[in-house]
Structures are given as structure tokens and as C-alpha cells.
């Protein structure tokens, strides 16, 4: 079910104006980018996770120049999922055409905050990206029933 636009502005905060609203979703848009600077550890359980590091990417004139690699993209858009819904975000397709895409996990019922994303440059020629511009575009679906659990970890209300 394709939920209405008054459904989905009350869930979405921050950087959100009309233009926003597609006809399945609403859009969310480049707040930073950051560059890898360390590796990662990932586990079963969470006990041995560690995050990999970042370093800020600076918007020169408005803009960041990006070289072909792997990037850490944080939105502008705090989003709450309620617990009768969950969120798939997608790239938009003006970044499949310049050879990028945006790779999100799943938002959970109960997930809230300002949600990251992995943004690939897979152009040998790199990419701009004008602060603010659109990325990608977050799907929302309705859950038949309410969560019985919703999500409770660590990322919950991040980058406020």
C-alpha cells in the first residue's frame, strides 16, 4: 500500500518541502558525506562491532567532488517509522545514470533518526554533489498488524 502524502509528512521532519513528495515515496536529501578511515569489525552479535571511521568531505562553493570509491552519506530528513510501517530506501535514478548508487539497509517499525546510507561512485570519473541535492528516495510500507517488537538498537535517534 502507497501511503498519502499527510501520512508521510507526519513521520519526516527537517530538510522536506513539496517537491519532495514523489508518487510512491518521499525523497531525502544529501546532508554530508564522509570518507572511510578505518576498517570495520562485524560479528554475530554485536559484542566485537566496531564502526568504521569517517572524515568529512567539505561542499566547496555549494559542492562535493567525489573520486570513484565508497562513501558514508548522512540525510537531512530525521524520519520516525511507526510501528505499523517499515521503510525501504532506493537511489534515485539520475545517480544510476552517472554511474552511483546508494545502498540502505532496512528501517524498521519503531527505527527514528537521521539515517545513514552507503553512497558507491562506480564512474571512473567521479561524481558532484550539490549539498542538499535529492539521492535517494525512501518507500514506506504497511505493515498488515503492528509490530510486536520495535527497534530498540543502537542507532536509534541518531545524528539529531
Given at each position: 500500500?502507497?501511503?498519502?502524502?499527510?501520512?508521510?509528512?507526519?513521520?519526516?521532519?527537517?530538510?522536506?518541502?513539496?517537491?519532495?513528495?514523489?508518487?510512491?515515496?518521499?525523497?531525502?536529501?544529501?546532508?554530508?558525506?564522509l570518507r572511510f578511515s578505518t576498517h570495520g569489525n562485524i560479528d554475530f552479535d554485536n559484542t566485537?562491532?566496531?564502526?568504521?571511521?569517517t572524515k568529512s568531505v567539505p561542499f566547496e562553493d555549494g559542492w562535493a567532488k567525489l573520486e570513484?570509491?565508497?562513501?558514508?552519506?548522512?540525510?537531512?530528513?530525521?524520519v520516525r517509522i511507526p510501528d505499523d510501517a517499515a521503510a525501504l530506501c532506493f537511489p534515485r535514478?539520475?545517480?544510476?545514470?552517472?554511474?552511483?548508487?546508494?545502498?540502505?539497509?532496512?528501517?524498521?517499525?519503531?527505527?527514528?533518526?537521521?539515517?545513514?546510507?552507503?553512497?558507491?561512485?562506480?564512474?571512473?570519473?567521479?561524481?558532484?554533489?550539490?549539498?542538499?541535492?535529492?539521492?535517494?528516495?525512501?518507500?514506506?510500507?504497511?505493515?498488515?498488524?503492528?509490530?510486536?517488537?520495535?527497534?530498540?538498537?543502537?542507532?536509534?535517534?541518531?545524528?539529531?
Amino acid at each position: 500500500m502507497i501511503l498519502p502524502k499527510p501520512f508521510l509528512f507526519s513521520f519526516i521532519s527537517g530538510h522536506i518541502g513539496d517537491s519532495q513528495f514523489q508518487p510512491a515515496g518521499v525523497d531525502v536529501t544529501l546532508k554530508e558525506v564522509l570518507r572511510f578511515s578505518t576498517h570495520g569489525n562485524i560479528d554475530f552479535d554485536n559484542t566485537e562491532r566496531k564502526i568504521s571511521e569517517t572524515k568529512s568531505v567539505p561542499f566547496e562553493d555549494g559542492w562535493a567532488k567525489l573520486e570513484p570509491g565508497s562513501y558514508k552519506v548522512i540525510f537531512n530528513e530525521y524520519v520516525r517509522i511507526p510501528d505499523d510501517a517499515a521503510a525501504l530506501c532506493f537511489p534515485r535514478s539520475s545517480l544510476l545514470r552517472s554511474g552511483v548508487t546508494l545502498e540502505c539497509a532496512v528501517w524498521d517499525p519503531g527505527y527514528e533518526g537521521r539515517s545513514e546510507a552507503l553512497l558507491i561512485i562506480s564512474n571512473p570519473h567521479g561524481a558532484r554533489f550539490k549539498k542538499n541535492a535529492k539521492i535517494g528516495q525512501l518507500v514506506f510500507i504497511k505493515l498488515s498488524l503492528p509490530a510486536k517488537e520495535t527497534y530498540q538498537g543502537v542507532y536509534k535517534g541518531e545524528n539529531k
